[in-house]
């Protein structure tokens, strides 16, 4: 009788991660051991904050906007958006000393290649911002027409933190891209640089496809829905077919409608996938 028990409460548990993705802004996301740190960082607030700014602002020349904090085990992690161009999301990393309950604001950090991957993505889709805005009409065509979504804006401002996001996808690049490389050191330099310099930075002939990844997640609309094949491999197919999109290694990922609110993960088992090593490849024409 006792097993039953605990095996609901484990159920009950389990259920009450989930929240409808048209419901989820953020709310309940936890990172490890944050309890104590979460509290000390909301009592430091607009220290963190001006740190953080400062900090994105001296080590990478981009001005940035302070959406969330969320305490982590011997910090907090703060999740920010770029003002302007490029656009991106990520996060940076403030020490705290929980014993006295102080935030070490002098030694704001990020993980490596973190931040850097997130600008390369931000210039990416300035720079093909044309290609980027008919993978855009076709996703927003597509959710309208077969009843999916994508992930409300706020998730993405408060918990995203994965650089260059949408609601339906997000762009992740490769330390070893040496076509985006030059763009991203004349953006450092000088952070005011005009497009079309940006443009002549760029190598294009070192560019590969499997050094620059689009993930598209969506999630079935109505919240009794299982994923849905046909939509899948529609999805699947039109990317097949469009040839007017950003070249790159495109992953599909169709969730049901509930997110794990604790992590910002819709993926499930039974969710439908197609990954490595079975990309949608938009090759570049060499």
Known sequence: MGKSNDNN??????????????????????LNNGEETDKIAEAHREEIDKAVKAFFL?????????????????????FVESVGEPHFYTYAIVPIDVKEKEVLTEKVWSKEEQVEDAIKGGLYALLFE?????????LKTFSKKNDVVGK??????????????TPYYYITTSINDDAIKPVYELYL??????????????NNSAFSEENFKITIQLFMEDKEMAPSEKI??????????MNTIPKGSYSVVVNDNRV?????TGYKDNSLKRAYPNYILKIKVR
Do not use: W
Not at 152 to 165: D, F
Not at 260 to 264: F, L, R
């Open 9 to 30: 409460d484990k159920n009950i548990a389990k259920e009450e991660k989930y929240v409808s993705v048209q419901e989820y802004t953020g709310q309940g996301y936890e």
């Open 232 to 241: 899948f491999n529609q999805v699947c197919d039109d990317l097949e077919k």
């Open 130 to 138: 044309e290609e980027f805005n008919t993978l855009d009409e076709y």
């Open 189 to 202: 330099k000088n952070p005011t640089v005009n497009k079309n310099a940006l443009k002549k930075a760029y």
């Open 58 to 78: 001296e080590k990478y020349k981009t001005e940035v906007k302070v959406h969330n904090v969320v305490g982590a085990a011997e910090g907090a992690s703060v």
């Open 260 to 264: 794990d609110k604790t992590t910002d």
């Open 152 to 165: 409300r804006e706020e998730s993405l401002e408060n918990v995203g933190g994965t650089g260059y996001m």
